[in-house]
């Protein structure tokens, strides 16, 4: 017996079917004699239709009453599934956040989860063998007695949450795809689904554009030691033996990870625009008139590149935005050119980000070096490098992003056997 | 300055434009200085599409899931108008049931109000003139902290709970029409709006068909005399000057009803069926032999008619269904014929309730007979006759139904002048 949270997408709830198919997977497991708490989302283009009509009726609305609007969603789902589970013979019952609670802050569309009191759940686990049907995304701020709501993609968050005040062994996430895998599968046939992969990598990829979940619940899981579990809502409930090992992959500890891979996969992205600002005065300060101004006009900086000065005096620097912000940084760059001081602006719109992840570089040596001569060797030039203790990313011109990625995944041993 | 409740069903809300609308009406009274608490439905459509899903989940399902799933829909109407409010200049906020809160018994799906206190709404009203903004239609049993819901129409009795708990001067309750008529005006186009009519009245034009409130939220405004104005959503709110009478039907204690019509309203109903079961044994306990069957049936009986026995021994007792439930109700009397003990069934599908309402019957001698009489003059046959303080009905063909309704119509002085 286990004790576990399912947690179950937009698409996956996306009407009637969808939900009936969610009540098998979570029957699968109670006949199995787990213990089981499920998260929903709300039902696939709910939440976006809510979120049109709140900025219909005012463009600049009140956070407070944007979450009470769009956590109705959830709301629906969790009711609903708890329908066809006592249709099915199960007992069970749905939560809303407040009901729970899952108190949170107060920041409003994107509130942090506070406190999760299990108590009640694991109580009637026990006492009645009842399923909780949990609403996703949505929690309560005490002091106010307002519903908040986390942010796109919370239900992740949410489960993540859950698992960690019920001491649940799992925490399965079932999404549209089976698991996380070395690249993405469209650009690298030979890419294979990982087994297991460690909180630190899944941040790196999840950021980078792995997109299988919200980062901030990888971080949840992180810092409380969830096992979270990503697999496929799409199989045939029946057809999983819910005693064997599932299908998918397992996100957890390093320490869980006997052998620990040295590259664990290749992330890229392809939107990136880049800028150089030529001969920037090296001072104190001068990062801050650079980077503060791109922060207030609301400019996502991913990579940031800055060489030691040479001459003493000043310096290059560069780096990447995503390309549809590219004017705009320009023009906020070229703004504030009088407080930074530098020479002239360099940029290329062309440029993707591509990123090698893995824990196992900590302990090897060697490991860009490696990837920088086969780079080389496909003449494929790299524009700028950025390296941290589990992951380097190198920029290069996009034309070259698929050729690179493949040329990386080989390289690493990462390709199907 | 007024306190006002302002109530706005699911047809005054059913998309953003409409919400706009309802803002619109809300600031003329806001801008009048009155204190103002929004009652608001789900958009129209809404409710019948979560009803249906839950029916989708399970024929038989959890009451308390229901409650759940179908309160969303005035979760998000209560938002919107929020925000569209704040939009205009408006302090505004809403709240659900759960947070002001109305508690209820846990009559799931059809619960009863219990307690709603006012005291913080009437705070925000004198802080920070703040218009509240409820959901209508849902509450919180108290006990078991879930959601419930108050059945359809129930936004009126909430409207009405909330007017009684903030001692509002009046509860407006705007819908599509523009008032409360003597009768129904498709069939006597010279039928009138009346300005005032009395709680007892409206009770019977209501249960009589007139269909433009709840009977439960009338009943709860004659218990604490909340003062019910019926007026239409569908006026331009700037060509209504807040500081004059605004045109509609005033519902109110008959005390405040100066110069009382003897007649007030002319009802009817064409979808009756008569069953007239002759020479029932004339004994105690026969007629809950007749109807307990009916009812587990679920066959909802209007009007009963039983003469005193003239042989001592046996009488004819009569009744009407709706039409629809006919057959079936003629079964499920043949099926107790032996604990009922009777001779024969009648019957007739096309008969219509034709009835007459006024309080002033009360203190006037001879009203119903005028009627008898002039229904007699216009050959029209009279099956049936049940009366009681305030109204009488009688029991024709259906054929004769406007007829009978323009000749009573005019009969009382209804006709406009």
Redesign the interface.
């Known amino acids: 017996m286990a004790r576990l949270v399912m947690k179950f997408g937009g698409t996956s709830v996306a009407d009637?079917d969808r939900?009936r198919n969610v009540a098998r997977h979570v029957k699968r497991e109670v006949d199995a004699g787990n213990e089981v708490a499920v998260v929903v989302s709300a039902m696939a283009g709910k939440t976006n239709e809510?979120v049109a009509?709140?900025r219909?009726?005012?463009?600049?609305?009140?956070a407070?009453?944007?979450?009470?609007?769009v956590?109705?969603?959830e709301?629906?789902t969790?009711?609903?599934l708890?329908?066809?589970l006592?249709?099915m013979g199960i007992e069970a019952?749905?939560w809303?956040g407040?009901?729970l609670p899952i108190y949170t802050d107060n920041a409003h569309a994107t509130a942090r989860i506070s406190e999760v009191n299990g108590t009640e759940l694991i109580k009637r686990f026990k006492e009645r063998k009842e399923v909780a049907v949990i609403a996703g995304f949505q929690g309560l701020h005490k002091e106010s007695?307002?519903?908040t709501t986390l942010g796109r993609g919370g239900s992740d968050t949410s489960a993540v949450a859950i698992a960690a005040a019920i001491q649940a062994d799992r925490c399965d996430i079932y999404t549209d795809v089976d698991g996380v895998y070395t690249t993405d599968p469209r650009v690298v046939p030979q890419a294979q689904r990982l087994d297991k992969v460690a909180f630190e990598e899944m941040l790196e990829l999840a950021s980078l554009g792995a997109k299988v979940m919200q980062v901030r619940s990888v971080e949840l899981g992180m810092v409380h030691n969830v096992r979270i579990f990503v697999r496929s809502s799409f199989v045939n409930p029946e057809e999983i033996d819910p005693r064997a090992n599932p299908e998918g992959t397992l996100i957890c500890d390093e320490a869980d990870i006997m052998e620990q891979q040295v590259v664990t996969g290749i992330a890229f992205s392809k939107d990136e625009a880049q800028i150089s600002i030529r001969r920037v005065q090296d001072k104190p300060g001068v990062a801050a008139a650079i980077f503060g101004p791109l922060a207030a006009a609301n400019i996502n900086v991913d990579m940031i590149v800055q060489n030691v000065s040479a001459d003493g005096a000043t310096t290059d620097l560069t780096f990447t935005v995503p390309s549809a912000d590219y004017e705009r940084a320009r023009q906020t760059i070229d703004k504030a050119k009088k407080d930074i001081g530098y020479d002239r602006l360099d940029g290329a719109t062309d440029v993707a980000k591509v990123s090698v992840i893995g824990i196992g570089m900590r302990s090897h040596a060697g490991v860009a070096a490696k990837a920088f001569k086969s780079l080389a060797e496909q003449k494929i030039n790299i524009r700028a490098i950025t390296t941290s203790e589990i992951k380097f990313s190198v920029l290069i011109d996009s034309a070259h992003t698929d050729q690179a990625v493949r040329t990386l995944h080989t390289l690493y041993g990462l390709d199907k056997k």
């Open positions: 009637m939900i809510l009509w709140c219909e009726g005012a463009p600049l609305h009140d407070r009453e944007y979450d009470a609007v956590a109705s969603g709301q629906v969790a009711g609903l708890a329908i066809v006592q249709g019952r749905s809303q407040w009901q007695g307002r519903i």
